[in-house]
């Protein structure tokens, strides 16, 4: 049992970011929208306690994700309700503004967890790959928040007005994932002011965050082989 244990707890950010995975690979699959909400909650829910796993020290800070992550419930429900066209607006924009503070601590909790091991292991690698999903997801959120209130932001394959909600936001994370990485293919472009900005910046933090990750894990692997 005692072997056992350990071997689970290398693993908890795997099984977080193969649900990352699966939930990225569902979402365009499913047609329902509350289905799609679900497992987005779902995700978050299980980021929350494997950052709090990952920092039995952040006592007070339990409470305050645990109440970020039923606000960011809350606000999604009300985005999925049935509200005049006024409403559905201001919904939608509390739905993707509500995630931002509850993803910026999880980014923040699984990197502490990483930097203060100080060895170099399975888990804390994919730990830093959950995080650069966050990171994503994030920027993703501040899309959707443009592109809820100047349609025109974005040029899409698929306008916005003809896009359901759930698809809108496959398409504005798949974009955010590509602008992460600078690979820019193309297919969606920014055309506002404030979206080009902010995929500069995310460009920006996608290059910074490879470089810095990659020189922590070098320092991690040179103190381990030190005799």
Do not use: K
Request: charge should be positive; hydrophobic fraction near 60%.
């Amino acid at each position: 049992m005692r072997e056992r244990e350990p071997r689970q707890r290398e693993w908890r950010f795997l099984q977080l970011t193969l649900f990352m995975a699966a939930w990225m690979l569902l979402a365009p699959l499913v047609g329902d929208r509350w289905l799609v909400n679900a497992l987005l909650q779902a995700f978050l829910l299980n980021s929350v306690l494997v950052t709090l796993w990952a920092n039995p020290e952040w006592i007070r800070a339990r409470s305050i994700m645990i109440g970020l992550w039923l606000f960011s419930l809350a606000c999604s429900a009300f985005a999925l309700a049935p509200l005049p066209p006024g409403w559905q607006q201001f919904a939608r924009s509390l739905d993707a503004a509500s995630f931002l503070p509850l993803l910026a601590l999880l980014a923040v909790g699984i990197l502490r967890f990483v930097f203060r091991s100080r060895r170099l292991t399975a888990d804390g690698i994919v730990a830093t790959v959950a995080v650069y999903v966050l990171i994503a997801l994030s920027f993703a959120q501040l899309y959707t928040l443009v592109i809820v209130w100047d349609p025109q932001s974005f040029d899409l394959p698929v306008t916005a007005a003809e896009r359901s909600p759930q698809l809108l936001q496959v398409d504005l994370l798949y974009f955010s994932l590509i602008t992460l990485a600078t690979v820019g293919y193309g297919d969606i472009l920014p055309l506002s002011d404030t979206a080009r900005m902010l995929a500069a910046i995310e460009a920006i933090v996608g290059q910074f965050y490879v470089a810095v990750v990659v020189a922590v894990f070098v320092g991690m692997f040179a103190a381990q082989r030190r005799p």
